[in-house]
């Protein structure tokens, strides 16, 4: 039996601007629709990297859900799968966070 290997793909860099900052503490959403390679039985993962403003001041992010949504949007019995990657990321840091950067890395079977 041969084995086949997973492929892995990473997108990014994405860059996000809060007008009037992430506080501590505080969620913020995104979502993506059919990133490259992206497969509706595929992996995931995301890092949430800020941009730091003062020095000395931890800056920190953690990703507080990250899941996968599949639609099918075919026609008849012809099936088209919409993917869309979902990930919710919260201020663990010291500081308000007015930009951050994320990065995506998908894992197909």
């Not at 992206?38 to 920190?60: D, M, Q, S, W």
């Not at 979902?86 to 994320?102: E, K, L, M, P, R």
Request: with cysteine; proline share 6%.
């Amino acid at each position: 039996m041969e084995q086949q290997m997973a492929t892995v793909s990473h997108h990014g860099p994405y860059f996000y601007h809060l007008q009037n900052g992430l506080a501590v503490g505080s969620p913020d959403n995104h979502s993506w629709d059919n990133p490259t390679g992206l497969h509706e039985k595929c992996t995931f993962i995301a890092t949430a990297h800020p941009t730091p403003v003062r020095r000395n001041v931890l800056y920190g992010m953690w990703v507080h859900d990250a899941s996968v949504g599949v639609t099918d949007t075919g026609y008849g019995d012809i099936s088209v799968y919409k993917t869309t990657l979902y990930a919710t990321f919260i201020n663990s840091g010291a500081d308000v966070i007015h930009d951050y950067v994320v990065y995506l890395t998908i894992i197909n079977p």
